[in-house]
């Protein structure tokens, strides 16, 4: 099993709302190095996602919301959509 395990029971499982730290909203509030987040979006590419970091620790770690609207998502996450495999948390 993955360590960032977002899909569960088939359902791929994202946040339902941006966390208050989320690394995509204005002003650098988790204190990355500059283009991290870029970093992070490029490393993910069109199959990958990025988890929320406020649960890294969970069992079933859900999509970061802001990477899943960022450009409306990737490939992967667009077609999670169009199966109708999305489920909120």
């Known amino acids: 099993m993955s360590k960032h395990n977002i899909y569960v029971d088939g359902k791929v ?13 204005p002003g650098n509030l988790m204190h990355l190095q500059e283009g991290r987040v870029e970093d ?4 993910a ?10 649960h890294l620790d969970d069992t079933t770690n859900p999509v970061c919301r802001g ?13 999670a959509q169009a199966m109708e495999v999305v489920a909120w948390a």
């Open 40 to 43: 992070m979006v490029e490393n």
């Open 13 to 25: 499982h994202v946040r339902r709302a941006m966390c208050p730290t989320c690394i995509f909203r």
């Open 45 to 54: 590419g069109d199959f990958g996602c990025i988890p929320c970091h406020e």
């Open 67 to 79: 990477f899943f609207d960022h450009g409306g998502g990737n490939i992967a996450m667009r077609l």
